[in-house]
Structures are given as structure tokens and as C-alpha cells.
T-cell receptor
Framework: DGGITQSPKYLFRKEGQNVTLSCEQNLNHDAMYWYRQDPGQGLRLIYY???????QKGDIAEGYSVSREKKESFPLTVTSAQKNPTAFYLC??????????????FGPGTRLLVL | AQKITQTQPGMFVQEKEAVTLDCTYDTSDPSYGLFWYKQPSSGEMIFLIYQGSYDQQNATEGRYSLNFQKARKSANLVISASQLGDSAMYFCAMRENTGNQFYFGTGTSLTVIP
């Protein structure tokens, strides 16, 4: 079945540690996104990518980094510079970046907790 | 200004009844898309329905319909014959043709009462 997978489902980070969240899609979508969701809040865009080896900062990119070496994969690293990383992280993809009709499809999410 | 506004933090509906979740939007782009997503307690965002700004008819998908009032800039989601499994957060979103981003509202928590 086509879809988006995220791993792990839960992730624990120690102070000063970098952690990487995985996102893989087999939908053959060009565009991929990372969002952060805090309790009772909407989604905030961290990074997005239109094609391989290209990505752009979203509204809250500080303390995060990404890579896009393969079309199917868009991992997110939460660095030690992110002082309040506890949140729910959602990865999404769409056929392309542009176009009002392009629906985003989401993975199941990763819940990050700081120890 | 907020691109997407959802003014109902929480809603309750009796099982088998219909419910309307409100959404208003703000854009100057004549071409845009409006989306609704469901987020159950598991966390995954599930795409429900899409409405294009040039679509003449309201979108429908099974028990979901979108009440699109372009002049009022509203895109309310109507769920008919509510089921217990409809209890979840619902997010309205918009995408402009000229931009790269999705804009999400803050969500409405729907509880279906048996």
C-alpha cells in the first residue's frame, strides 16, 4: 500500500542530544513537509522540500535541520539548539509544491519527549 | 491577519445527528484550495474533503460535505449522521495557488455523544 511512514512512534531525547526523526513515502510525491504540533494547537511548518537536494525553511526552522538525498526520504534532526522540542511531529507529502489543488497527505507522527 | 479561523474550540453532537464545523479564510489570491482534515486521538491527520475556489458545486465525500460560501469566505464542514468514531479534532486548511504553504486553523474538537 502507498503511504507515508514515520519512525519511531515515540522518541526520548536527553538534554544536549541531537535526535533524528525518519519520514519515508512511496507515493512518488515530489514535495515533502515537516510540521510541529503542540498540545491544543494547530500545525506549524518547520521545513519543506520541493525536490531532491533542495529544501526551504518554514515558520519555525530554528533548532532543526533536514536533508533530502532521496525522493522518498525527508529526515528531520532536532538539534540541541532547539530548547523546547517536546511536541508531536508530523511529516507530509504532496504531488508537487505548487498548485492550489495539491492535497497534503500525512504520516502517523512521532511524539518527542525530553528526559 | 489569520489566514484560517476556526472559532469553535469544542463541539458536541448527538449520535446520528448532523453537525457543522465553522471555518473562515482570508486570501486575496483568486485561485485557492480549501481542505478539511480529521485528527483522531492517535494523531494522524486524515484528509477528508477538498474544495477549489472555482468549483461551482459544494464538495461532498460520503457523509462529509463542504458548505462553500465564497462571498463570505467561509468553508464549513458538515458531517451528517454522526457516529461515535467521528469524535476527533478537525482542522480546516487553505492553500493559495501563488504560495508554497498550507495554512491550518487551530482546530475544533468534536465529541459525539451516544
Amino acid at each position: 500500500d502507498g503511504g507515508i511512514t514515520q519512525s519511531p512512534k515515540y522518541l526520548f531525547r536527553k538534554e544536549g542530544q541531537n535526535v533524528t526523526l525518519s519520514c519515508e513515502q512511496n507515493l512518488n510525491h515530489d514535495a515533502m513537509y515537516w510540521y510541529r504540533q503542540d498540545p491544543g494547537q494547530g500545525l506549524r511548518l518547520i521545513y519543506y522540500s520541493q525536490i531532491v537536494n533542495d529544501f526551504q525553511k518554514g515558520d519555525i526552522a530554528e533548532g532543526y535541520s533536514v536533508s533530502r538525498e532521496k525522493k522518498e526520504s525527508f529526515p528531520l534532526t532536532v538539534t540541541s539548539a532547539q530548547k523546547n522540542p517536546t511536541a508531536f511531529y508530523l511529516c507530509a507529502s504532496s504531488i508537487s509544491l505548487a498548485g492550489a489543488q495539491e492535497t497534503q497527505y500525512f504520516g502517523p507522527g512521532t511524539r518527542l519527549l525530553v528526559l | 491577519a489569520q489566514k484560517i479561523t476556526q472559532t469553535q474550540p469544542g463541539m458536541f453532537v448527538q449520535e446520528k445527528e448532523a453537525v457543522t464545523l465553522d471555518c473562515t479564510y482570508d486570501t486575496s489570491d483568486p485561485s485557492y484550495g480549501l481542505f478539511w482534515y480529521k485528527q483522531p486521538s492517535s494523531g494522524e491527520m486524515i484528509f477528508l474533503i477538498y474544495q477549489g475556489s472555482y468549483d461551482q458545486q459544494n464538495a461532498t465525500e460520503g457523509r462529509y460535505s463542504l458548505n462553500f460560501q465564497k462571498a463570505r469566505k467561509s468553508a464549513n464542514l458538515v458531517i451528517s449522521a454522526s457516529q461515535l468514531g467521528d469524535s476527533a479534532m478537525y482542522f480546516c486548511a487553505m492553500r493559495e495557488n501563488t504560495g508554497n504553504q498550507f495554512y491550518f486553523g487551530t482546530g475544533t474538537s468534536l465529541t459525539v455523544i451516544p
